[in-house]
T-cell receptor, first 112, second 114 residues
Framework: GDSVTQMEGPVTLSEEAFLTINCTYTATGYPSLFWYVQYPGEGLQLLLKATKADDKGSNKGFEATYRKETTSFHLEKGSVQVSDSAVYFCALISGGYNKLIFGAGTRLAVHP | DGGITQSPKYLFRKEGQNVTLSCEQNLNHDAMYWYRQDPGQGLRLIYYSQIVNDFQKGDIAEGYSVSREKKESFPLTVTSAQKNPTAFYLC?????????????FGPGTRLLVL
């Protein structure tokens, strides 16, 4: 079945460091890909998405490119801030109905 | 402001008790979803509804029930048959239109067993 694999955390960075969180997927057909962010004690917020191969999603300095050849959707940010500390989830939707399939999440901790 | 509201923020359940979690949206979305989140894990789908008066089981529906009598509301009941109900419950909705639509999430309800 369809699945999403994310790099395990926690990822600990200093402020202004470069961030990469790896995400790979397995899906039949042509999924849409998403990154969601969860701040402590809160629900999930959509961070960015891409719906077809080579699309780049971007928001708040975060970017991810839909790579069909490597089945990947890695999240990147050039300079992280303390306020970026959160759990990041990679997810996909495929098939004929809107079932989101999530990775396990990656916790990011940014220190001043 | 349009959005998804969930109540209560925290809910305590006694052994053998049914409890109901509320989810309301004013986004005019057709589809609504319930997910369960356990510590250190991703979300798993409990139930979903694509239209009023219709709903389908997700991956972990045992011990849960739902109703969809109004477009705006999709309450989830955690029954006494759910033996491990302690978790963070998230409701989501998505707009009408194409498949693979983005889902938008509420703030969640944390359920604890006394």
């Amino acid at each position: 079945g369809d699945s999403v694999t994310q790099m395990e955390g926690p990822v600990t960075l200093s402020e202004e460091a470069f961030l990469t969180i790896n995400c790979t997927y397995t899906a039949t057909g042509y999924p849409s890909l998403f990154w969601y962010v969860q701040y402590p004690g809160e629900g999930l917020q959509l961070l960015l998405k891409a719906t077809k191969a080579d699309d780049k999603g971007s928001n708040k300095g975060f970017e991810a490119t839909y790579r069909k050849e490597t089945t990947s959707f890695h999240l990147e940010k050039g300079s992280v801030q303390v306020s970026d500390s959160a759990v990041y989830f990679c997810a996909l939707i495929s098939g004929g109905y809107n079932k989101l399939i999530f990775g396990a999440g990656t916790r990011l901790a940014v220190h001043p | 402001d349009g959005g998804i509201t969930q109540s209560p923020k925290y809910l305590f359940r006694k052994e053998g008790q049914n409890v109901t979690l509320s989810c309301e949206q004013n986004l005019n979305h057709d589809a609504m979803y319930w997910y369960r989140q356990d510590p250190g894990q991703g979300l798993r789908l409990i139930y979903y509804s694509q239209i009023v008066n219709d709903f389908q089981k997700g991956d972990i529906a045992e011990g849960y029930s739902v109703s969809r009598e109004k477009k705006e509301s999709f309450p989830l009941t955690v029954t006494s048959a759910q033996k491990n109900p302690t978790a963070f419950y998230l409701c989501a909705s998505s707009p009408p239109g194409q498949v693979q639509e983005t889902q938008y999430f509420g703030p969640g309800t944390r359920l604890l067993v006394l």
